[in-house]
Nanobody
Framework: QVHLVESGGGEVQPGGSLRLSCVASGRGFDFVVMGWYRQTPGRQRELVAIVHSGLNPNYANEIKGRFTISRDYTKNSVDLQMNALKPEDTGVYYC?????????????WGQGIQVTVSS
């Protein structure tokens, strides 16, 4: 079983930066995709940024140019560097990892980590 452990959230003023990290526990997992989603107040969970193995990252339009996702394939980890944060970035951020298994496609989620942007 995969456990995704997130860290790095917190509170920051508008214009500030935070870095989220996510590490998958266990060994031997070959993740096809890793990324970050978020749930902001009044909205459903939505994609922030994602990296498919061997491909360039995909970003939500709202965060392009401000957030950067990076993936370490040897550590099965994915980070999200968030710059120029805005109050509307406030929400719970979730790490996501997808892989093929003998029973089909499986996605795992982290527990979620709070990001608050407020003056």
């Amino acid at each position: 079983q995969v456990h995704l452990v997130e860290s790095g959230g917190g509170e920051v003023q508008p214009g500030g930066s935070l870095r989220l990290s996510c590490v998958a526990s266990g060994r031997g997992f070959d993740f096809v995709v890793m990324g970050w989603y978020r749930q902001t107040p009044g909205r459903q969970r939505e994609l922030v940024a994602i990296v498919h193995s061997g491909l360039n990252p995909n970003y939500a339009n709202e965060i392009k140019g401000r957030f950067t996702i990076s993936r370490d394939y040897t550590k099965n980890s994915v980070d999200l560097q968030m710059n120029a944060l805005k109050p509307e970035d406030t929400g719970v951020y979730y790490c996501n990892a997808g892989r093929h298994t003998t029973t089909g496609w499986t996605e795992d989620w982290g527990q979620g980590i709070q990001v608050t942007v407020s003056s």
